[in-house]
């Protein structure tokens, strides 16, 4: 079993950066494919950028050249750095990690990006 809990959201003014990580229990952190998502009221859930076990990423195109995810295996944990934040990032992001038919998902980090 898997737990994965979010931190570093928060209020932050546009252009501005956060890092959000995630921490995970258990033993098979360096297998799983990471990701996180994003979902804001009234909108479907969108996935913004995910790492392999073996470290390639992918990244929404809205999110291209601000966000980098990362991963460090030996902390079993997952980052994702944004910069240059906009309005429309506003969002409830979670963490999600699978392998195989394992699936799982933490409780969420509130991003607010406003003057």
């Known amino acids: 079993q898997v737990q994965l809990v979010e931190s570093g959201g928060g209020l932050v003014q546009p252009g501005g950066s956060l890092r959000l990580s995630c921490a995970a229990s258990?033993?098979?952190?360096?297998?799983?494919?990471l990701a996180w998502h994003r979902q804001a009221p009234g909108k479907q859930r969108e996935l913004v950028a995910t790492?392999?076990?073996?470290?390639?990423?992918n990244y929404a195109d809205s999110v291209k050249g601000r966000f980098t995810i990362s991963r460090d295996n030996a902390k079993n944990t997952v980052y994702l750095q944004m910069n240059s934040l906009k309005p429309e990032d506003t969002a409830g992001y979670y963490c999600?990690?699978?392998?195989?038919?394992?699936?799982?998902w933490g409780q969420g980090t509130q991003v607010t990006v406003s003057s």
């Open positions: 999600n990690g699978y392998w195989w038919t394992l699936d799982y």
């Open positions: 258990g033993t098979i952190f360096n297998k799983l494919t």
């Open positions: 790492i392999t076990s073996g470290g390639n990423t």
